[in-house]
């Protein structure tokens, strides 16, 4: 949600803050900016994406090698060229990029037109530059002083990057809740609101914690708090690849981590499962397993896409390791004085690790004396540093703003998950042991339902003009169903809606009729004769079935319209391979309908505000 990247060395700083901007493009892409210092600021900031930034910088070039730039997803003020970042001084002397909410911008904003400021846009960013300058005119204070003593002002969420032209040799970085990462090259520091733009120069990187700010000159950077206390911060090395975050010949980021999915799934079991001996080792975990496996409840807590795995989660451990689960919105959990008891246990689900409301619910259960442990697929994230401990997915970045890669990296962590809780609670070993085996053959099924792309393409064709979908399934594929339905919502602007099969006879099935296209996730386990029965209410209704199955029976291709078969695999399980083809059916159809697949409107990527 917005990104920030910045540059103080001795190369020309805008060829890397573009870079860096269309590296972070997927955090917030409704217009983009920079500010280069050379004698004095040159900003241009322009609506839409960085490619019309880019042509302005192309036409007249900035020079300069201190910069900051910033990509925005707007939150007060429309996306406009004035809204855009960076922000200037009243003087012109300085400028600043943001990435969070002032929440008491208008109190501020009110002092400071009291006082005679005047504004140009409607951000609360600007009344953060106004109360800066007032900080820094009004007393005898530098400018780092004049930062700090304004971010005690501030109530709210903050990445920023200031700098000034008055003094060329600094670039000064702060947060609070939006996350920043300094990397520390030779002579040269980059600044990114994650490591995308800056692992093509450096490995090495200092993470920013709440709280804190980065004072980076020419020859070298200091740590403080807000407060002015230095810190002595360790260099973390990177360990992504640059060619993961470029898209590798696929039309899309989002079409080729659907084809990642085999590795993905791979890496996130690699070292983990043993399979003579199908015990598995969950590294990060070692010393709490037992804090999880005597839990008297697992609460997960996550947002989205994640929180449909952490759905699925609740049926694999409650299944498998007989554990009961509670599973939480995030936002909800944080704001309703939860209630947790000594016994509980608190799991946060994040791919990015940074979203506001799931980061604020690991803290209330720390606050309440919870163990809480993580799920991240970002190494490095706030919430993998903040919980007791935790598993990375190790799926590597996922940039597409539709989650799919991290979706199945989720469950296949919490599958192994449920099974070594399984063990050593007088559950069927046997049982445990062929999870475990099973779990080993799924990256091969991944890619035997990924050779239909083009089948799954041609079945989109035909429903790509419609405007509703519904998604059923049952037990942990009832998950899978709300996952399709927000694929298709978020990329190709259908509404679509996910549902328990079941379910449908209470309301939902008023709404069939021929111009509902009715997804259903069709497994051969316990349930699927009443699907069976299920997608009979939906063709009495005329509407048109896309169903999803590993039954080779032939009852599917006499009812529905089209059947997209997935191999078989345990029920629990199936959830890994009955969502590849929903992800690939979103994507095709919202290429069809001509959508912006990973960049859809008004979405982003990391939701860092709440
Ligand atoms: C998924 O396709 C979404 N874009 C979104 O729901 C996402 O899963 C959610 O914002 C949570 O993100 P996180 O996993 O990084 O916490």
Request: with cysteine.
């Amino acid at each position: 949600m917005c990104g920030i990247v910045g540059y103080i060395g001795e190369r020309e700083a805008a060829p890397i803050l573009l870079k860096g901007l269309r590296r972070l493009e997927y955090r917030g892409y409704d217009s983009a900016g920079i500010a280069v210092v050379n004698g004095t600021l040159d900003v241009r900031k322009k609506l839409g994406k960085v490619d019309v930034l880019s042509g302005e910088i192309d036409t007249h070039a900035v020079l300069g090698n201190v910069g900051i730039g910033h990509t925005r997803w707007a939150t007060h003020g429309i996306p406009s060229d004035i809204n855009a970042h960076p922000h200037v001084s009243s003087d012109g002397v300085f400028a600043l990029v943001h990435n969070g909410i002032i929440e008491n911008y208008m109190a501020l904003r009110e002092k400071l037109e009291r006082l005679g400021y005047k504004f140009q846009s409607q951000t609360d960013t600007e009344v953060l530059v106004r109360l800066i300058e007032e900080i820094h005119s009004s007393g005898n204070t530098s400018l780092v002083e004049s930062v700090q003593e304004a971010l005690r002002h501030v109530v709210g969420a903050y990445g920023i990057a200031l700098v000034s032209a008055e003094e060329p040799d600094l670039l000064i970085a702060a947060r609070n809740g939006s996350p920043l990462i300094l990397g520390v090259g030779k002579n040269e520091y980059f600044l990114g609101s994650d490591a995308s733009p800056i692992i093509e120069y450096t490995r090495d990187v200092v993470y920013l914690n709440d709280g804190e700010m980065a004072v980076v000159r020419r020859w070298g950077y200091e740590v403080l708090t807000i407060d002015n206390v230095k810190l002595d911060k360790a260099i973390d090395r990177l360990d992504w690849d640059l060619q993961e975050i470029e898209k590798g010949g696929y039309p899309h980021f989002m079409l080729k981590e659907i084809f990642e999915q085999p590795k993905s799934v791979q890496n996130a079991m690699r070292g983990r499962i043993d399979p003579a001996n199908k015990s598995i080792r969950l590294g990060g975990l070692m010393e709490y397993i037992d804090v999880l496996r005597e839990a008297s409840r697992i609460v997960i807590c996550a947002c989205g896409t994640s929180w449909h795995a952490a759905l699925v989660g609740e049926y694999m451990i409650e299944g498998i390791a007989r554990i009961p689960v509670e599973v939480e919105y995030a936002s909800e959990f944080r704001y309703r004085n939860p209630i947790l008891r000594k016994g509980d246990v608190v799991l946060v689900i994040s791919q990015s690790g940074e979203t506001a409301d799931t980061l604020a619910a690991a803290r209330e259960a720390k606050e309440q004396g919870i163990p809480v442990f993580g799920i991240c697929n970002t190494v490095g994230s706030t919430i993998s540093r903040e919980t007791d401990a935790g598993i990375y997915l190790h799926a590597g970045p996922e940039i597409g703003v539709a989650s799919t890669k991290a979706f199945t990296g989720q469950i296949t962590v919490l599958a192994m998950l449920a099974i070594k809780l399984g063990r050593g609670r007088a559950l069927d070993e046997d049982l445990l042991d062929t999870y475990a085996e099973e779990l080993l053959n799924i990256p091969a099924k991944i890619e035997e339902v990924l050779t239909q792309s083009e089948e799954i393409s041609n079945i989109g064709q035909q429903y790509s003009y419609m405007s509703n979908f519904l998604y059923l399934g049952r037990g942990a594929n009832f998950p899978v169903a709300l996952e399709g339905a927000l694929k298709l919502k978020e990329i190709s602007y259908i509404h679509a809606e996910g549902y328990p099969a079941a379910e449908m006879k209470h309301g939902p099935i008023a709404l069939i009729d021929q111009f509902m296209p009715v997804v259903v996730i069709a497994i051969k386990d316990s349930t699927y004769h009443k699907v069976l029965s299920n997608i009979e209410e939906v063709v009495a209704r005329e509407g048109a079935v896309i169903a999803v199955t590993d039954a080779d029976s032939g009852d599917l291709e006499r009812l529905c319209k089209h059947v997209i078969r997935i191999p078989s695999t345990l029920e629990f399980l199936s959830p890994l391979l009955s969502v590849i083809p929903l992800q690939l059916l979103s994507y095709h159809i919202a290429v069809q309908r001509g959508c912006d697949v990973d960049q859809p409107r008004n979405l982003a990527k990391s939701v860092t505000v709440e």
